[in-house]
Nanobody
């Protein structure tokens, strides 16, 4: 069992930036592929980005158009999501997740085994 805790959410003006963090417990963090998902009211949870256990492979939904960057620091057991040029469509609860598959290619929620509690991101116009 791995515990995940997101932080860094909040209210931001359209066009601004925000950096989300996810702290993971345990001593085998690098054995998990990690991902970010988001969910808006009335919508299904959707894939945002994924990263392999070593950090060498990154995968993004093309809907982001290059605005977001996923990264990890295995020495600190942390995952991050840098979000730039935010707009109202980015408003959602953002979740970090861990997968027993380490390839960084998993884009479905069902492929992840552990989830954080989520952090709210609200973009105002």
């Amino acid at each position: 069992q791995v515990q995940l805790v997101e932080s860094g959410g909040g209210l931001v003006q359209a066009g601004g930036s925000l950096r989300l963090s996810c702290a993971a417990s345990g001593r085998t963090f690098s054995r998990y592929g990690m991902g970010w998902f988001r969910q808006a009211p009335g919508k299904e949870r959707e894939f945002v980005a994924a990263i392999s256990g070593s950090g060498g492979i990154r995968n993004y939904t093309k809907l982001l158009k290059g605005r977001f960057t996923i990264s990890r620091d295995n020495a600190k057991n942390t995952l991050a999501l840098q979000m730039n040029s935010l707009n109202a469509e980015d408003t959602a609860v953002y979740y970090c997740a861990a997968s027993q598959s380490r390839d960084g290619l998993r884009s479905s929620a069902s492929e992840y085994d552990y989830w954080g509690q989520g952090t709210q991101v609200t973009v105002s116009s």
